[in-house]
């Protein structure tokens, strides 16, 4: 009787597991809901080409409109019901002169915006305007919504959406499964034999292991060794990490992709630490820096979106760098009502090391991903070199110092090449390796 109670025991959670596989797994999961594209309703009732009207509207009027915010100049989503289109041909093509006749309506917009006129765009025939008129008349889309599974699984565009955290939850049940079933069948099995008289391996007493090692003498010896030696290696190994923070990635107030900024859109280090060129630090930069292209970005582009982050994640977060610098977006001035970022440092010297930027950028020209690494590849920046004395020394002992055009090392170079009876000398030739060069 025992034995078929195990037995059922372990088809019943077979069975269970089963069922559960099979309900999480159905294809209800994999189910999606079709939207209607926006845009293909505004090609069919406008007969414009919309995908034309995109491309005119982002090389020539993205600069300074949004469809749906108003930027340097206003929203333009519905401005065919608040302008004639006769009026807009006319306004697009030469604003100047509808402003110098006296328009009413446009002298209005000229009042309005500072009593700056628009660009003139005579090359853009009645078809061309009609098509970025339907573009910037497309309504906004809303957002697709997610609908929530077990776990972390997740329902969205077109996909099942079963993260893989789910999916390792269902592994880790399984393999409990089969550890239960495994135990339960070894269970029945033994109980089998003591019902039949038969011996199973093993079953004569032995020494236990314990007992074995500790008569051995020899190997109670060597295994003492062994372990102080261990012990001293990762002791040694721990106390040498105090202080390194290599891999360091702090959360900053605002979240600053250097992927999305010195990566995708190429813009130069040094222009937002402009410090590196002449001080001894690379300097935060200022807030302002950041209006200098964010007055005009108010959002980011429906491509810049990750699997990490939404757009309306990277939108938030410029939204936050208005709100630090008090920038009113809908009048497209400021407020005078700032409030600090408090941003967290990530690369820090011990206060006795120093290390002056200028001297490697300028003079030396070292780039930066030298030593902060592939900046132009993080989405969080973090500390890629360890930043240790002996990191330093080996940098100075392997890298050459260029001194092509360089006139500050003309001199020098020439008579340390003399003495050392090299081409190229290496940082650690001319000094690098001096005490005094890094240490007060």
């Not at 594209?37 to 491309?55: F, I, L, N």
């Not at 081409?423 to 060069?437: F, I």
Request: one cysteine or more; hydrophobic letters at 40%.
């Amino acid at each position: 009787m025992k034995q078929v109670k195990h037995r059922n025991s372990a088809s019943k959670i077979l069975i269970l597991g089963t069922v559960f596989l099979f309900t999480f797994f159905n294809p209800v999961f994999g189910q999606e809901e079709t939207a209607v594209d926006a845009t293909q309703v505004a090609e069919a009732s406008s007969g414009a080409d919309v995908a034309k009207g995109e491309e005119l509207f982002k090389s020539l009027c993205a600069a300074c409109h949004k469809r749906y915010k108003k930027m340097t100049g206003p929203a333009l989503f519905g401005v065919t019901e608040r302008r004639s289109t006769e009026w807009l041909y006319s306004w697009i093509k030469n604003s100047a002169a509808m402003i110098a006749s006296g328009d009413a309506e446009a002298v209005a917009i000229y009042e309005e915006y500072n009593k700056t006129a628009m660009n003139a765009f005579p090359q853009l025939s009645n078809t061309d305007i009609d098509n970025i008129l339907a573009y910037v008349n497309v309504p906004k889309a809303a957002p697709a919504a997610a609908v929530a599974g077990a776990g972390d699984a997740t329902v969205a565009d077109g996909g099942s959406g079963v993260s893989t955290n789910v999916l390792l939850a269902i592994l880790a049940l399984v393999f409990l499964m089969l550890v239960v079933v495994l135990f339960l069948v070894n269970n029945t099995l033994r109980r089998f034999a003591e019902a039949n008289n038969v011996e199973l391996p093993g079953s004569k007493e032995r020494t236990p292991i314990w007992k074995a090692f500790v008569q051995n003498q020899f190997l109670v010896l060597v295994s003492a060794i062994f372990l102080l030696l261990a012990s001293g290696y990762f002791v040694y190994g721990y106390f040498m990490q105090v202080g390194v923070d290599q891999g360091y990635a702090p959360i900053q107030p605002i979240h600053y992709s250097h992927k999305i900024h010195a990566g995708d859109n190429k813009i130069e280090c040094k222009y937002c630490h402009s410090s590196a060129r002449v001080s001894k630090t690379s300097g935060i930069p200022s807030l302002n820096v950041c209006m200098n292209c964010h007055k005009s970005i108010s959002e980011v582009a429906e491509t810049t979106a990750t699997e990490d982050h939404s757009k309306e994640f990277y939108d938030g977060e410029i939204a936050k760098l208005y709100d630090a610098v008090g920038w009113d977006v809908d009048n497209q001035k400021y407020t005078g009502e700032t409030k600090p970022v408090k941003w967290v440092r990530i690369h820090n010297l011990p206060d006795f090391a120093y290390f002056n930027h200028s001297q490697h950028v300028s003079v030396a020209g070292v780039e930066c991903q030298k030593c902060h690494g592939p900046v132009e590849e993080m989405e969080v920046m973090y500390q890629h070199a360890p930043l240790t004395m002996g990191w330093c020394i080996n940098c100075h002992r392997e890298t050459n110092v260029k001194v092509a055009d360089n006139k500050y090392y003309e001199k020098i170079h020439k008579e340390l090449s003399k003495k050392y009876g090299v081409d190229q000398l290496t940082a650690a030739q001319m000094g690098g390796l001096e005490c005094g060069k890094c240490h007060y």
